[in-house]
Nanobody
Framework: QVQLVESGGGLVQAGGSLRLSCAAS????????MGWFRQAPGKEREFVAA????????YYANSVKGRFTISRDNAKNTVYLQMNSLKPEDAAVYYC???????????WGQGTQVTVSS
């Protein structure tokens, strides 16, 4: 079992920045992906960014490339999502997930709300 706890959401003005954190505990694996997804009201959950616990590859949705950066701290078992130049359309509940295969993640956090005012 893996437990994920997100934090860092909040209210920010358009053009501002937020950093989300996802702390993992339990049976994590270096081969697993860690990813961020988001879901806005009335919309399906969509992929945002992903990284593996090992290696250097990162993956981004086109809508966030150049604005968001995913990173990890293996010593803290924590993955971060630095979000810059936020837009109103970035507002959503952001979830982190993990699993062996991307994007079919097995474990999910409870989500953290990001609100962007225009």
């Amino acid at each position: 079992q893996v437990q994920l706890v997100e934090s860092g959401g909040g209210l920010v003005q358009a053009g501002g920045s937020l950093r989300l954190s996802c702390a993992a505990s339990g049976r994590t694996s270096s081969n697993y992906f860690m990813g961020w997804f988001r879901q806005a009201p009335g919309k399906e959950r969509e992929f945002v960014a992903a990284i593996r616990w090992s290696g250097f590859s990162t993956y981004y949705a086109n809508s966030v490339k150049g604005r968001f950066t995913i990173s990890r701290d293996n010593a803290k078992n924590t993955v971060y999502l630095q979000m810059n130049s936020l837009k109103p359309e970035d507002a959503a509940v952001y979830y982190c997930g993990t699993g062996r295969y991307h994007p079919q993640y097995e474990y999910w956090g409870q989500g953290t709300q990001v609100t962007v005012s225009s």
